[in-house]
């Protein structure tokens, strides 16, 4: 089993949809969490991290299921602008053990 | 403000050639993290450098080597260079552990 997983998609939505991605961990002492965005032959660029107590930012929220052992991600009101593939990041284990999810591909369609 | 600055941004080797890649971190920020990303992969983490030492290891071949220097940059060496090393290669830094990592925008290695 994968330390991180996730669905890799593609999640086609139509622009306006609301859309959740998952993504589990195996690692119970997992630390941090993280969810990246990364458009094509690009790098991978923050979009927030992920807190216990959940964390919202504009059409953005991330919560944190300690006890599944899963973080979550929902976009609200999608846009065209949010095609891109979503990555989980998860630091656990050692000191600077870092763990990226195989990413899920959304495609935000007229 | 300054980001993760990566050299060079394409690089075309032959096989069996030895390629370096360079990486300088945000100022300040104190650990370096080398990975790999295949066409239509995650990002497979290869090294991590806290400090100027070695932190954590993952996924890297023993044909590649890489170090920290004083000055906090980092470069990646690979030699023996095969096909399937044909990839993205980023470097990331953060301040300390567990907290946000940042990602230079990548040196596309390419082996002919």
């Known amino acids: 089993r994968k330390e991180v997983e996730q669905d890799p998609g593609p999640f086609n939505v139509p622009e306006g949809a609301t859309v959740a991605f998952n993504c589990t961990y195996s690692n119970s002492a997992s630390q941090s969490f993280f969810w990246y965005r990364q458009d094509c032959r690009k790098e991978p660029k923050l979009l927030m991290s992920v807190y216990s107590s959940g964390n919202e930012d504009g059409r953005f929220t991330a919560q944190l299921n300690r006890a599944s052992q899963y973080i979550s991600l929902l976009i609200r009101d999608s846009k065209l602008s949010d095609s891109a593939t979503y990555l989980c990041v998860v630091f656990s284990g050692g000191y600077q053990k870092v763990t990226f999810g195989i990413g899920t591909k959304l495609q935000v369609i007229p | 403000a300054a980001g993760v600055i990566q050299s060079p941004r394409h690089l075309i080797k032959e096989k069996r050639e030895t390629a370096t890649l360079k990486c300088y971190p945000i100022?300040?920020?104190?650990?370096v993290y080398w990975y790999q990303q295949g066409p239509g992969q995650d990002p497979q983490f290869l090294i991590s450098f806290y400090e100027k030492m070695q932190s954590d290891k993952g996924s890297i071949p023993d044909r590649f080597s890489a170090q920290q220097f004083s000055d906090y940059h980092s470069e990646l060496n690979m030699s023996s260079l095969e096909l399937g090393d044909s990839a993205l290669y980023f470097c990331?830094?953060?301040f300390g552990s567990g907290n946000t990592i940042y990602f230079g925008e990548g040196s596309w290695l390419t082996v002919v």
């Open positions: 100022p300040r920020h104190d650990t």
């Open positions: 990331a830094s953060s």
